[in-house]
């Protein structure tokens, strides 16, 4: 698995692509907090007064790399708004090149980063967070970063409608195993978990690394989680302890021996593997 840094063409000029698909960014998303929903709403020149002036709902894709979930999530609710964050300007041009080409009116890009949702949203005004194979961070000192720590996972219930939701879907079974105790500690309460959305979620639009990460063997673990209750200072307090593991403590003990290694894991695995070989020779010349 190569970097998560999204790759270009030769050609690609970043600068006129962000400005060539302009209409599907919003570049101070502060400007719109606790209106998304109705300020996006496309104006109709024949709309009455029984016609609807708002969006549904606000569903926020965080993450959304170069969108083709987002859009395709966008054209099956049509009445709802989707917003899809990254911190990649990269991503940003190729996902709002997608939602142009689409002439869809219910999607819409900032670019940023997901620290700063406060900044984004007003309280409540979201009814669904999808973090869409998040960056990893398997390591302990990069743990702080994972998008499913019980710190983003507070930030988000802020932000969460009543009944809103958080749905992770992720190739790591490490990350899956990390954050469900997150959740929990956060005050979710968790609706499913699959080990395999594909074949148990199927209406779930598939994002790019899905499609390229289950090319290569993996099979994708889920968890939708709902707000719940306010949790316990001691619920919060195990799964702070808990928040900065490292993934690599989540890894089974064969190492994934024949198996599919998650991605950002490669590297790590193998050292891990290198290691047991080295001691298993050098436990066996004794
Ligand atoms: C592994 S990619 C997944 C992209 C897409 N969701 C998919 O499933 O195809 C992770 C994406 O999350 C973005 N990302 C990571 N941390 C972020 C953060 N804190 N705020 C916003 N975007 C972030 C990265 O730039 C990258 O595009």
């Given at each position: 698995m190569g970097s998560t840094r999204a790759r270009t063409p030769k050609n690609f000029v970043l600068d006129e692509r962000l400005e060539r698909y302009r209409d599907a960014i919003e570049y101070i998303p502060a400007a719109y907090a606790g209106n998304w929903a109705q300020a996006c709403w496309p104006l109709d020149p024949h709309a009455d007064s029984t016609s609807p002036r708002s969006f549904r709902e606000v569903r926020l894709d965080l993450g959304c790399g170069k969108g083709s979930y987002l859009v395709a999530a966008a054209q099956a609710e049509p009445d709802a708004l989707f917003i899809g964050i990254d911190m990649q300007p990269v991503c940003i041009a190729y996902a709002s090149q997608r939602v142009i080409e689409a002439g869809i009116k219910n999607a819409l890009l900032i670019p940023g980063s997901g620290e700063k949702l406060s900044h984004m949203f007003a309280p409540g005004e979201l009814a669904s967070i999808t973090l869409n194979f998040p960056t990893p961070h398997p390591r302990k000192r990069e743990a702080a970063q994972r998008l499913t720590t019980v710190e983003h996972l507070l930030d988000y219930r802020k932000l969460l409608a009543p009944g809103g939701t958080v749905v992770l879907r992720t190739d790591s079974e490490p990350l899956f195993d990390y954050s469900l105790p997150q959740f929990e500690g956060a005050g979710y309460t968790v609706q499913w978990t699959s080990h395999d959305t594909r074949a148990d979620h199927p209406s779930i639009p598939m994002s790019e690394y899905e499609e390229r990460l289950v090319e290569e063997g993996a099979t994708v673990h889920g968890i939708c989680a709902r707000l719940d209750e306010e949790p316990s200072g001691q619920?919060?307090?195990?799964?702070?302890?808990?928040?900065?593991?490292?993934?690599?403590?989540?890894?089974?003990?064969?190492?994934?021996?024949?198996?599919?290694?998650?991605?950002?894991?490669?590297?790590?695995?193998?050292?891990?593997?290198?290691?047991?070989?080295?001691?298993?020779?050098?436990?066996?010349?004794q």
């Amino acid at each position: 698995m190569g970097s998560t840094r999204a790759r270009t063409p030769k050609n690609f000029v970043l600068d006129e692509r962000l400005e060539r698909y302009r209409d599907a960014i919003e570049y101070i998303p502060a400007a719109y907090a606790g209106n998304w929903a109705q300020a996006c709403w496309p104006l109709d020149p024949h709309a009455d007064s029984t016609s609807p002036r708002s969006f549904r709902e606000v569903r926020l894709d965080l993450g959304c790399g170069k969108g083709s979930y987002l859009v395709a999530a966008a054209q099956a609710e049509p009445d709802a708004l989707f917003i899809g964050i990254d911190m990649q300007p990269v991503c940003i041009a190729y996902a709002s090149q997608r939602v142009i080409e689409a002439g869809i009116k219910n999607a819409l890009l900032i670019p940023g980063s997901g620290e700063k949702l406060s900044h984004m949203f007003a309280p409540g005004e979201l009814a669904s967070i999808t973090l869409n194979f998040p960056t990893p961070h398997p390591r302990k000192r990069e743990a702080a970063q994972r998008l499913t720590t019980v710190e983003h996972l507070l930030d988000y219930r802020k932000l969460l409608a009543p009944g809103g939701t958080v749905v992770l879907r992720t190739d790591s079974e490490p990350l899956f195993d990390y954050s469900l105790p997150q959740f929990e500690g956060a005050g979710y309460t968790v609706q499913w978990t699959s080990h395999d959305t594909r074949a148990d979620h199927p209406s779930i639009p598939m994002s790019e690394y899905e499609e390229r990460l289950v090319e290569e063997g993996a099979t994708v673990h889920g968890i939708c989680a709902r707000l719940d209750e306010e949790p316990s200072g001691q619920q919060l307090q195990a799964a702070r302890e808990q928040s900065l593991n490292s993934l690599y403590d989540y890894i089974p003990e064969d190492l994934y021996e024949g198996a599919y290694i998650p991605h950002g894991m490669n590297f790590a695995i193998t050292a891990f593997r290198n290691r047991r070989r080295n001691l298993e020779a050098r436990n066996s010349r004794q």
